[in-house]
């Protein structure tokens, strides 16, 4: 019998596939051009030719909110690909190094999380100056740590299981093990982790941006619309509505996506028999 | 539900708070003597004579500290700790005389030994005065009496008196110029009482003022940097006049409210799209005059400012005598900008660096700039940075393609002619008219050379010339005195009062 799928499973894939359609939506076509001002025709309320207005420059708020996603996803992906490429590696080798060199990626995962990411990447572009690309090393740095920290403890436990002792008494060496036995089995377990970074990155982005520190200008980013709308709470409230509602809609999505992918690839609900 | 007991008591309570309303309704029916002015930003020390920030002077001027001359609310000069003074034919010598028993805060006299120690505190080699030049032309310093100073330039100066009314010629003791900074001890109308840093600065009637005494008994200086907590204290009545105000999109609100009066006046702040004349492409004149067609300067003021601003084509306030109208001489005209990129051997446009520092005008201008140099085909990259940083790499370090700044110090077109400012802009013929408006005292002559200079910087295109910041201050209503200009950077309490 097929294992039913959880809820919160449909309803993330259905927020994260709306949120992937749009931005790509938004390569081919946008309303208006995201980057066209006209001061004339500033903080417009929903209409039919601007479906959810105009922003204090003028700029088509549908478009810019499109174009968002694009680069909300971006830096998201470029943010945790980069973070699996390192923090994977990583953890397999301290798993399978043990001892000090176990010991030398835990201190190198502590050194990361004495600062929270967002702190971490003020800091990094305080230093190296504003823009999506130091956001991203930033925000890559953090999640390499969390999935080294994540792969370590999953592979440790694969690790001891039986059929890892006997492949390696038939022979096999501890990369081919790690490869072939050990690797799959964990995978489930860092998608998971993968997926709800990939929401945590799209908020810090957010926030970076919020204080002018991330994706800049003319590039429209959620967060940025977002610290824009907030001189015009008074005035224009809708401002702030959209993006913050774009913002709420992805990592929503993406993190029911999360919980549901763990749910249904977790072990130890296998083992438990919630089928 | 209350008992009857509680009910009795509750409603004790409510006639007992609504007596105190009462009585202090009537308590404050005598006008208040005290005030609270709100600032965007707080001053890093309260010593003018050593620091350029402008907030400094805008805690201090006139209401702490005194120059031997002041700049009154229109602009003219009127006394300060010189009741009068006088100026020889040849404009090299000039003649001071102190008020008679004017004192430091700190109780000591106030006499031409205070001032000849602060003029060549100023001067010296070693000086720290963020107008150092202002100082340059004096030759020596005498003090014939206690309450006479002979000042002698080396060469005349058109601009002198005016640089002794500005707040970095504020006159200060020899006992108390080193600990100005935290602790700043004047001759004027105010003393300081407190600094809660990060947060106010207060000051408080200097009872042994030997002039006229002031009305307010008590002044706050608040520093409120975040534009929705402005108009959140505004709304509350924390905050009675906030000044320079820069959340130009509130101001409708404001406007439309009977509490509040707004005011919106004249500042010395020249803003402009400043530009790297020795740097590739902008060293040639035709990408300048390119950018300057680029530049939809209507839009950039509805935009940035509300409306609440002044195009301007050269480097001069429009209020100011001798100004010439050069708006005309570069319309907007994308076209005609890409025809000049083309001319310059840019046919595709460009890619530069555009750095914003951070107040609104700049950061949002900056936007709408780069939106605008984007329609021609240069694409500029924004930059965000802070203070620090833009002082350092710009101003100082002229490592920079475009930035976007407002040029506050009154009557600075000389900047044009100093050899190493960041415009790394070079011309002869610039430096030949300012030489001759040094020496020229006939204010039709100097009218004439200033409109002159102002002509020349249009042409050559130096900077983008965008608009005057304009003076903005959201007030409550029954407050009288506030500057509504601001020819220098000051907030001048001394003649504010409550109706």
Known sequence: MRRKLPLSLHLGAALTLLLVAVALLSLLWTPYPAEQVRVIARLKPPSAAHWLGTDHFGRDVLSMIMVGARNSLAVGAAAVGLGLLGGVPLGLLAAGLGRWGDEVVARLGDLVFAFPAVLTAILLTAALGAGAVNVVVALALFNAAVLARVTRGAALAVWRRPFVGAALALGRGPLSATLVHVLPNIAGIVVVQATVLFAVAIVNEAALSYLGLGIQPPSPSWGKMLGDAQTYLFTAPLQAVFPGVAIALSVMG??????????????????SGVM | MPTAKQRFTLAAFAFAALALAATTQTATAQPRTDLVVGMALEPP?????????????????????????????????VPGLAERWSVSEDGLTYRFTLRPNAKFHDGTGADSADVKFTLDRARAADSVNAQKAYFAPIAQVETPDPQTVVVTLSRPDGLFLFHMASGDAAIVAPESAATNKQKPVGTGPFRFDRWVAGDRVVLVRNPDYDGAKPKLDRVTFRFVSDPAAQVAALKAGDIDAFTLFSTYEALPEFRNDPKFVVTVGSTEGETLLSTNNARKPFDDV?????????????????????GNGV?????????????????????????RAKALLAEAGYPNGFDTTLRLPPPPYARRGGELVAAMLAEVGIRAKIEPVEWAAWLEKTFKGKDYDLTMIAHTEPLDIDIYARPDYYFNYKSERFNALNDALNRTQDPAKRNALYGEEQKLLAEDAVNGFLFMLPSVTVQKAGLTGLWVNRPVQANDVTGVSWK
């Open chain 1, 254 to 271: 993406l993190t029911m996506l999360g919980d549901g992918l763990r749910d249904w690839l977790d072990p130890r609900h296998r083992s």
């Open chain 2, 45 to 77: 020390h309260l010593d003018p004579t050593a620091g350029a920030a402008g907030a400094i002077k805008e805690v201090t001027y006139a209401n702490l500290f005194e120059p031997l001359l002041r700049v009154d609310a229109d602009g003219k000069l």
């Open chain 2, 286 to 306: 035709r990408v300048r005059r390119a950018m300057a067609h680029a530049i939809d300067r209507k839009t950039l003021i509805d935009g940035v400012l509300y």
């Open chain 2, 311 to 335: 195009a301007i084509g050269s480097h001069f306030p429009p209020h100011r005598e001798g100004y010439v109208d050069l708006t005309g001489l570069y319309p907007y005209d994308p076209a």
